[in-house]
């Protein structure tokens, strides 16, 4: 491969045997290199390659940040989906996946809880997607020494079915459904605080992202019994304080929810709203 374009010190994107181009992300592989340059084998090792061209540079960016050990082992986990499902996945999951998982190694070394209500809606809907979170499971164990709770199996399986819409829509019958929803609570969202998103920026893909997952398990949970953790109550206590415009914000979103869909948005959906809606605030 031949280095076309040195994006940082840890990602170039090069021109492949078959003329095409891809990305390479690999700690210190921009690092004095040139245009130009042909790389060799010892650089392909443990190399991550995203050949979709329309991963956007804020993705490609983040991945530069996560450690290479997290990425080897979404790869590892990626390979292993791809053989379960009968459909593709988006490239744009090596990157979502990543980042979750150095997150969530992060929050179990230090003694962080964070439970996943939507995880019997999600293992009764999504059986392969869900089959893969436990897979992943172990091999987070095996490859960083860590074992990470049941809820996380979901969570890694919502990845893989908003891959899954993102790279083949006509596999869902509900893709039209959460196309309205979701632009209907992006909409909310820019009229609430006044302003204009940037749907290339990382803060946009993050935020559709999780209203395309959460709006994949709303509906079901409508069947489910609903429960109360006090743990969230607590954190948006602490949310509706430090981080008042962007709660009051998903509070509505809350009431809309309710109003025009019949949906319960719960705790947890309203303070991860909240978490994703105060970056574009503090951005302004």
């Known amino acids: 491969m031949t280095i076309k374009t040195i994006l940082n010190n840890n990602a170039v994107i090069a021109i492949d045997d078959n003329e095409k181009e891809v990305v390479i992300v690999k700690n ?49 986990i990626v390979d292993y989906g791809r053989t379960v499902l009968k459909t593709g996945v988006h490239d744009s999951i090596y990157v979502t996946l990543s980042d979750h998982i ?13 439970d996943n209500a939507m995880t019997w809606s999600i293992k009764k809907t999504y059986r392969e997607e869900y089959h893969i979170g436990e897979v992943a499971l172990k091999i987070i164990q095996i490859e960083c020494g860590v074992t990470l709770p049941e809820e996380e199996a979901g969570l890694i399986a919502l990845h893989f ?14 893709f039209a459904y959460i196309s309205v929803f979701v632009q209907d609570l992006i909409n909310f969202i820019k009229y609430f605080l ?12 993050q935020l559709l992202s999780y209203l395309q997952t959460l709006a994949l398990v709303l509906d079901d949970r409508k069947a489910a019994e609903g429960s109360s953790d006090s743990r969230y109550h607590e954190m948006l206590q602490y949310a509706k304080v430090s981080f008042k ?5 998903s509070d509505r979103i809350r009431r809309f929810t309710k109003e025009k869909y019949d949906l319960e948005i719960q705790p947890e959906d309203i303070l991860h709203l909240t ?5 574009f605030i503090k951005k302004e």
């Open 28 to 76: 210190g592989i921009g690092f004095n290199s040139k245009k130009g340059m042909v790389l060799k084998d010892s650089d392909m090792e443990k190399v991550f390659i995203l050949q979709e061209k329309n991963v956007s540079d804020d993705m490609i960016h983040l991945l530069s940040l996560i450690s290479e050990e997290y990425i080897e082992v979404s790869k590892k």
């Open 102 to 114: 150095e997150l969530a190694v992060s929050r179990k070394k230090k003694g962080i809880a964070f």
């Open 161 to 174: 079915v908003n891959a899954k819409i993102h790279n083949e829509p006509e596999v869902t019958h509900d």
């Open 194 to 205: 006044c302003t204009e998103m940037d749907e290339n920026s990382l803060e946009y893909n």
């Open 245 to 249: 415009r962007a709660y009051d914000c």
């Open 275 to 279: 978490m994703y809606i105060n970056k």
